[in-house]
Nanobody, 121 residues
Framework: QVQLVESGGGLVQAGGSLRLSCLAS????????MGWYRQALGKQRELVAHITLGGMLNYADSVKGRFAVSRDNAKNAVYLQMNSLDPEDTAVYYCNADVQTRAWMKAQNYWGQGTQVTVSS
């Protein structure tokens, strides 16, 4: 079993910064893709940022130039540095990862429980 646990959410004023962390634990052979999604109230969950095992990055247009995703493979962790936050960034942020639990098994997709980010104007 694999667990993803996010931390670092909270309340911040517009223009401020937050850094989200997600640590994966459990039976892990390798983590392939890792990423962050968010879901605002009344809206669908959307991709925020994504990083492959090789370090290729992908961002939603709305966060390009403001957010930065990174990972630490030794710690099974992924991070999201969020700068110049805007009230439109208010949402629950979810960590997502494709995890192989054994070398011969296909990766399975896992979600964290989410962390609330609230940006006040």
């Amino acid at each position: 079993q694999v667990q993803l646990v996010e931390s670092g959410g909270g309340l911040v004023q517009a223009g401020g910064s937050l850094r989200l962390s997600c640590l994966a634990s459990g039976s892990i052979f390798r983590i392939n893709n890792m990423g962050w999604y968010r879901q605002a109230l009344g809206k669908q969950r959307e991709l925020v940022a994504h990083i492959t095992l090789g370090g290729m990055l992908n961002y939603a247009d709305s966060v390009k130039g403001r957010f930065a995703v990174s990972r630490d493979n030794a710690k099974n962790a992924v991070y999201l540095q969020m700068n110049s936050l805007d009230p439109e960034d208010t949402a629950v942020y979810y960590c997502n990862a494709d995890v192989q639990t054994r070398a011969w098994m296909k990766a399975q997709n896992y979600w964290g429980q989410g962390t609330q980010v609230t940006v006040s104007s």
